[in-house]
């Protein structure tokens, strides 16, 4: 049977991102809250983040930035056969924002969203490359997009001010490794994993079941920042195993942007070139889902990230719910 099998890439071929035009520096924060640039910046690196206007829905930033990802990739839409949306804050309790984002792009394809908060576009990732390899799915658009302001207590200054909203997409697309020319591009590896021992100490303090409403973020941050440092440095050393990779291998690293603090204690104890730990951080806080692929779509718009470069992300988010891959972005 060996010969006949047909050894299969999931390459990633394009990207966009989107970030709403309300934009609010820390100091229009001061207006909203009692709290300053100084803290803000020392504390998080965040200087300013863009929020949703009020006909704005988690669906439009997603659309936007899918269209950016399917004209970068240079295929036709109507070669997408499965949309995956990693988002907490839909556009509706139900359907999936994923149907949203299938019927604006006027397209067949099997739509539905994942739910794991921060780490959601790693998990969509995971997601996508199972049903790529075990399935009939050719094409698929992976999209991280997040309303976190829709879910911020402005009576809670410690969590109201490290959030933005946005979106972030990628395209994937399968490839027959025909005399594994593609051996090394693609996605290379993938670890997902979750600890619901520590729900409590991110959430929302209200939801459909329990209370019927959305509720308001909670967080315990010092307990947070310390498992995400933990969990982030772990996750990354497992997927580079897994691809047979060494960290002073990678081109970049392309990190959960939640906070530059965890960015830099990440870095630190990696023992990776903090010049090759891509940061956008100051520029749009913590939008969750999207912050990954908000990142990297800035760090390729901006050349920084080359087609054929060795990247490595990784994500953590309520759950708690972590993990990362190694991905050899582009196409020979
Ligand atoms: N402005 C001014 N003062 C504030 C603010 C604010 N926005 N928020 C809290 N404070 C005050 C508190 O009231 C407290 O005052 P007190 O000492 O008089 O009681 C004090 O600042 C707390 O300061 P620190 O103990 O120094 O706070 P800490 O260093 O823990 O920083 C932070 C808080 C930034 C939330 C930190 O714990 C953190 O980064 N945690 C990680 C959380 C994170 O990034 N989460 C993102 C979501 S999860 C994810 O994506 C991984």
Known sequence: MGDLEISLKILLTGVGSYLPNNK???DDLTKLVETSDEWISK????????FVSANETTSDMAFIAAKKAIKNANISKHEIDLIIVATTTPDNTFPSTATLVQKKLSINAVSFDVQAVCAGFVFALSVAKSMMSDGIYKNCLVIGADSMSKLLDWK????????GDGAGAIML???????NFYNDWGILSNVIHSDGQYYDILKT????SSDQKTGYIQMQGKEVFKHAVDKLSTSLEEALKESNKKINELDWLVPHQANQRIILAVADRMKIDINKVISTVSNHGNTSAASIPLALDEAVSSNKILNGNLIGIHAIG??????ASIIRIGKP
Do not use: A, P
């Open 318 to 323: 309520g759950g708690l719910s972590w993990g």
């Open 205 to 208: 303090n209200g939801g459909v």
């Open 173 to 179: 697309q399968k490839i027959e490794n025909n005399e």
């Open 156 to 163: 809670d200054r410690s969590t109201s001010v490290l959030f």
């Open 24 to 26: 609010y520096s820390n």
């Open 43 to 50: 504390r998080s690196g965040i200087k300013k983040r863009h």
